[in-house]
């Protein structure tokens, strides 16, 4: 997927954000981030997104504190969402090929808007299911949305981050996410990590349905029921169990 693309998904899921939380109580519990009220959840959008342009720009900062980000009064919430998405496309693109800083190390600044545009869309869910609205996602950015979560989890700097992912290990055990079109993914637990790839082939437990209810249930925004599950149910449940976002 092209910057461009990128660009557009992540402006697509910050204006789907900002209608999803328009006249809803700033208050209100979000349920798929239980410890966050609606408020804090769009705060930490906004501020997610000028904290990677500004590691864009001047290189790492410390990952700044959700309950301190200030939104503004509701009524101003989409002006500031869309603000922040800006500034991180002009950063990424002022960039152009240049390494810049990761947690996974260098790595050319588009990860920054790869990885923002992902976490906007999960989170586009959040308030979408807080606010009783609709949710949509294009089916290419919930398929790289997918295969950007595996890449993290596949990675040996996300255990170190999150202890865990190490649960994930294993020998040999096989998932298969298996979408309504395209091809689906084949995760593999090995001692030494997870490895997965897009191929087809039978696996231990297989999660079908369409790549954004696979996207959601995949992130924990959705029980594992919004999928068929065929094969070992325990060990698509410990999986899941072991990956919140």
């Not at 939380?21 to 009220?37: I, L």
């Not at 980000?69 to 509701?74: I, K, R, V």
């Amino acid at each position: 997927m092209d910057t461009t693309r990128l660009a557009e998904g992540l402006h697509e899921h910050t204006a789907g954000f900002a209608a999803a939380v328009e006249n809803a109580d700033p208050d209100m519990k979000v349920p798929t981030c239980p410890e966050w009220p609606l408020r804090v959840l769009t705060g930490h959008l906004g501020q997610a997104h000028r904290w990677a342009a500004s590691i864009v720009r001047d290189g790492p900062s410390p990952v700044p504190d959700p309950f301190d980000a200030d939104p503004g009064s509701p009524e101003k919430w989409s002006g500031w969402l869309c603000e922040g998405a800006q500034d991180l496309e002009d950063a990424v693109t002022a960039a152009g090929g240049t390494p810049v800083w990761t947690f996974l190390g260098p790595r050319p600044a588009r990860f920054w808007l790869r990885r923002m545009l992902h976490d906007t869309t999960v989170h586009h869910a959040d308030a979408a299911l807080a606010a009783g609205r609709g949710f949509t996602v294009a089916p290419d950015h919930a398929a790289d949305a997918i295969s950007e979560w595996l890449e993290l989890l596949c990675d040996p700097v996300t255990a170190s981050l999150k202890p865990d992912f190490a649960e994930l290990r294993g020998t040999g055990q096989t998932l298969r996410l298996t979408p309504d079109a395209g091809p689906g993914w084949l995760i593999t637990r090995h001692p030494g990590g997870v490895r997965w790839t897009r191929e087809s082939g039978t696996a231990d437990v297989t999660l079908t349905g369409p790549v954004r209810d696979l996207l959601l249930v995949l992130t924990r925004r959705r029980p594992a029921e919004g999928v068929t599950v065929t094969g070992d149910e325990a060990l698509a449940a410990h999986w899941l169990a072991h990956t919140a976002a």
